[in-house]
Nanobody
Framework: QVQLVESGGGLVQPGGSLRLSCAASGFTFSSYAMRWYRQAPGKERELVAHIASYGGTTHYADSVMGRFTISRDNAKNTVYLQMNSLKPEDTAGYYC?????????WGQGTQVTVSS
């Protein structure tokens, strides 16, 4: 069955770094664009970063531009989100999303908390 499993979240101090991973299985990973979303309590889900299926095109939310980097390894069926210079406002549940015209899949999320 289709699975997207996020990992790498946790508690980090402001200015710190985390690397999130999302391991995919049960579908043709290389045919899907991949996205990271986040959702903080009481707020709408926000698109953080996008990477094309072949990995050549990326897009970022203005709020994370220059701090976060999305990448993928199609041989490992995994997408990553490197998060640097973390701020308290980055605190949220982070969700992996696989998307193409025919539909999309979601992971269960991993919590990132930025606090001193």
């Amino acid at each position: 069955q289709v699975q997207l499993v996020e990992s790498g979240g946790g508690l980090v101090q402001p200015g710190g770094s985390l690397r999130l991973s999302c391991a995919a299985s049960g579908f043709t990973f290389s045919s899907y664009a991949m996205r990271w979303y986040r959702q903080a309590p009481g707020k709408e889900r926000e698109l953080v970063a996008h990477i094309a299926s072949y990995g050549g095109t990326t897009h970022y939310a203005d709020s994370v531009m220059g701090r976060f980097t999305i990448s993928r390894d199609n041989a490992k069926n995994t997408v990553y989100l490197q998060m640097n210079s973390l701020k308290p406002e980055d605190t949220a549940g982070y969700y992996c999303n696989a998307i193409r015209l025919q539909g999309s899949y979601w992971g269960q999320g991993t919590q990132v908390t930025v606090s001193s």
